[in-house]
């Protein structure tokens, strides 16, 4: 699985920003689609999910201001987010599970990853 993301830049504190991830190649069935990042000197740590049947989990430090939605015919998961902080400032990853066939695991791709910059 190919995970390209766009989307992110600069953006002033309080701004929007919209990413987006497209999957691409060889895969059988991605159940989970999802955004995370990694700030400076922190681990990588879950923004948003969403699985195959619409169920979604939120980081709370971005409750209520990140909506994150899929299109399965188009291979696509995008996250909208708003109000945004100097804190969201991170590089962010798109991440697609992607059922192994003739079992019941998954495996995790990963993009490349997209820095957004909030500035204060």
């Known amino acids: 699985v190919q995970l390209q993301a766009s989307g992110g830049g600069l953006v002033q504190a309080g701004g929007s920003l919209r990413l987006s991830c497209a999957a691409s190649g060889n895969f059988f069935s991605i159940t989970v689609m999802g955004w995370y990042r990694q700030a400076p000197g922190k681990g990588r740590e879950l923004v948003a999910r969403i699985t195959r049947s619409g169920s979604i989990d939120y980081a709370d430090s971005v409750k209520g201001r990140a909506t994150i939605s899929r299109d399965d015919a188009k291979n696509t998961v995008n996250l909208q987010m708003n109000s945004l902080k100097p804190e969201d400032t991170a590089v962010y990853y798109c991440?697609?599970?992607?059922?192994?066939?003739?079992?019941?695991?998954?495996?995790?791709?990963w993009g490349k990853g997209t820095l957004v910059t909030v500035s204060s």
């Open positions: 991440n697609a599970r992607d059922l192994i066939p003739g079992t019941s695991f998954a495996a995790d791709n």
